[in-house]
């Protein structure tokens, strides 16, 4: 059975830096697409991070260059680190997981975590 759990987010003033992590069953990162993605209240929830197999990344526009994902296979553990926060960060923030390419199509992911709460205030 595939298990995603996010460790706790947190609270965070406006330019400030927060590290996501993603604890994931067994041998889930070398075999699947994972990404992060985000939900913030009034709006649809949108690819942030992704990672392919390979270690192919990709990032959403609005957060290129401040947001990394990386993975540790010999601690199943997904991480995304995240600089410079704005307050339109402030989202619940998921883990995924997918047996396909790396997609930012959410219906592609079979496995989600239950979600950290991030806050960023100014």
């Known amino acids: 059975q595939v298990q995603l759990v996010e460790a706790v987010g947190g609270s965070v003033q406006a330019g400030g830096s927060l590290r996501l992590s993603c604890a994931a069953s067994?041998?889930?990162?070398?075999?699947?697409?994972m990404g992060w993605f985000r939900h913030a209240p009034g709006k649809e929830r949108e690819g942030v991070a992704r990672i392919d197999i390979y270690g192919l990344r990709n990032y959403a526009e609005s957060v290129k260059a401040r947001f990394t994902i990386s993975r540790d296979s010999a601690k199943n553990t997904l991480y995304l680190k995240m600089n410079s926060l704005k307050p339109e960060d402030t989202a619940m923030y998921y883990c995924?997981?997918?047996?396909?390419?790396?997609?930012?199509?959410?219906?592609?992911?079979?496995?989600w975590g239950q979600g950290t709460q991030v806050n960023v205030v100014s």
């Open positions: 067994r041998y889930i990162l070398s075999s699947h697409s």
């Open positions: 995924a997981a997918a047996t396909g390419p790396s997609t930012w199509s959410i219906s592609r992911y079979e496995y």
